[in-house]
């Protein structure tokens, strides 16, 4: 999105209106038929790159706003997250859902119970996001938003109530398909709302909407330690009837998507959804950025037709979609489902259960501040450079933390210093490869195939996560395998593997248009050289007659 502004207007009652437009693939010709739009187009991508940051803080103080807003929906996805795993230490949840093995080990659920619990979640936001990108480009961000909240409100009372570890099945899987739908719009939502300065902001907050999620979860989880009734376990559940009443009545004031509105050919409308987005702009520049927003829109509808999930796979957009993929897949392989949610790691290599729940609530307010202190770091280095160097790291600690292992030892030193290493994967992930994956992803799909790209890659993390969530409680369960602090070469592994496709096959996103970035992917440019490559009105024009 170029530069915006703001005059004070009611909100166009269109979205009451014409709710059933249909995306018509004609559109191409009406929009690339409009000569008058490339001029105002190019004023709207030189406005883009000279807007500094220090002025998009003072224009678009409402898109951060909105964009923040919306994004907190995904505290709630990442507090019932490491609600859920943490519940597998917890001991009054045990004692209520889990059998008694013996003296030492006391309650534990089953290796088959806590990957069934840890599964069926995925399973349901592969399903939500799935209906996001269905839903989204047909009726907007608001009203899938809004639907969503009604449903997870009624779903919580499903797992609030569970009698049993069946009825607690269904209410995970039911509560998880809002999550889905949750955790891809806010990327999408960051990424079509923020100007250029912003946009890598904007798009990383939603990482720190799950480090909230988790502190909140994890500080819950310590404070009510020591309750051995029902409510231990269920007053974290009813926690999470806080969010939905004050996010639907955000989502119901919230502009919608310019982006979105342009695709839908509500151009009138677009300009309004600018205007309630920034302050301080002449109305021109809105026309501007819509005419960019054209422009854009109609090449693509030039260099692929559809708009459809197998539209994603075709030309170069399966490249994109790879990228999209492999970068979400990234939060499974770095041995997140080991140390992300460590509690239960941390007891089974011998801290007592107190202690455990300290350092994870610590380690949570690290993740915080770490993804806080990733915007930092944003402008001043490139998407890949954070992500290549933040997963050196993990690689790293995930080894060391298996090579600890390995040393017998009857005190608490290695414990504690395997527990330090993986606080430390946690401060580095948090303000690296956690937040960029999500800046990356957003921006890297096709305007028109923006939430259907997220999406792929977003159910492509929870496919991945389904199969770690099956490994990892056989890995570390002491009735299986125990294999405890040597589950680490195996993410470890896994994790050198990432980096090496992300050193040949993640490009630069960093500082381009989305226009841009359209050409860059269209000229087949290799990943590294997306950063050096010039991409100028020529190179634009040359692609546009191409088609």
Not at 95 to 114: F, H, P, R, V
Not at 174 to 201: D, H, K, N, Q
Not at 205 to 221: D, E, K, T
Not at 481 to 490: E, H
Request: charged share 15%; hydrophobic share 45%; proline share 4%.
């Amino acid at each position: 999105m170029a530069s915006q502004g703001i005059s004070i207007y009611q909100e166009e009652d269109a979205m009451n209106k014409n709710t059933n437009v249909i995306y018509r693939e004609d559109a191409a010709e009406a929009l690339g038929s409009a000569k008058g739009i490339s001029a105002d187009a190019d004023i709207a991508v030189a406005a883009e790159h000279n807007l500094t940051f220090a002025q998009a803080m003072k224009h678009y103080k409402k898109a951060i706003f909105w964009s923040c807003i919306i994004s907190m929906s995904i505290v709630m996805e990442g507090y019932d997250t490491t609600l859920l795993g943490s519940f597998f230490g917890y001991p009054s949840f045990r004692q209520k859902y889990g059998t008694y093995i013996d003296a030492k080990n006391g309650y534990q659920l089953s290796s088959e119970w806590q990957t069934g619990l840890n599964d069926i979640g995925a399973v349901g936001n592969i399903i939500g996001a799935l209906l996001n990108g269905y839903y989204t480009p047909k009726y907007g961000h608001r009203r899938v938003m809004m639907i969503n909240l009604v449903a997870m409100t009624a779903f919580i009372f499903i797992v609030f109530f569970a009698p049993n570890l069946p009825c607690l099945l269904v209410g995970e899987f039911l509560c998880s398909i809002p999550w889905g739908v949750f955790t891809t719009m806010g990327p999408a939502y960051a990424a079509e709302v923020a100007p250029l300065a912003l946009r890598g902001y904007l798009t990383a907050f939603v990482n720190l909407c799950w480090a909230i999620g988790q502190l909140l979860s994890a500080a819950v989880l310590k404070g009510l330690l020591n309750r051995t009734d029902s409510l231990g376990y269920r007053i974290p559940f009813a926690i999470q009837w806080l969010w939905p009443l004050p996010l639907f009545l955000a989502a119901f004031f919230a502009p919608e998507s310019p982006w979105y509105l342009v695709r839908m050919g509500r151009y009138e409308a677009a300009e309004h959804s600018l205007e309630r987005l920034s302050t301080g702009i002449d109305r021109e520049d809105h026309k501007r950025n819509v005419a960019l927003m054209q422009r854009t829109t109609a090449l693509e509808m030039e260099m692929f037709k559809g708009s459809s999930y197998w539209d994603c796979f075709k030309g170069t957009n399966l490249r994109r979609t790879e990228i999209a993929c492999v970068a979400f897949v990234s939060q499974v392989t770095d041995g997140g489902a080991l140390v992300y949610s460590p509690t239960y790691f941390f007891e089974q290599a011998g801290i007592n259960a107190s202690t455990a729940y300290g350092i994870a609530l610590g380690g949570t307010g690290i993740a915080f501040v770490g993804t806080c202190l990733s915007w930092l770091l944003i402008p001043r280095f490139g998407r890949r450079t954070i992500f290549l160097t933040g997963f050196s790291w993990v690689v790293i600690s995930l080894f060391l933390i298996a090579i600890l292992a390995c040393i017998p030892t009857t005190g608490h030193g290695i414990p504690y210093t395997q527990a330090a290493l993986a606080v430390s994967w946690l401060a580095i992930y948090s303000m690296t490869v956690g937040p960029i994956v999500y800046t990356l992803v957003a921006e890297i799909g096709a305007t028109r195939l923006r939430t259907q790209t997220v999406v792929l890659g977003r159910s492509s993390y929870y496919v991945a996560n389904i199969v770690g969530g099956v490994l990892e409680p056989y890995m570390i369960n002491p009735t299986h395998w125990n294999l405890k602090g040597k589950t680490a070469f195996f993410w470890g592994g896994a994790s050198l593997l990432t980096l090496i496709w992300a050193y040949f096959r993640l490009p630069e996103t960093k500082d381009r248009t989305f226009e841009e970035l359209d050409v860059l992917f269209e000229k087949r440019v290799s990943a590294r050289k997306f950063a050096s490559t010039n991409v100028d009105l020529d190179t634009i024009a040359e692609v546009e007659h191409k088609y």
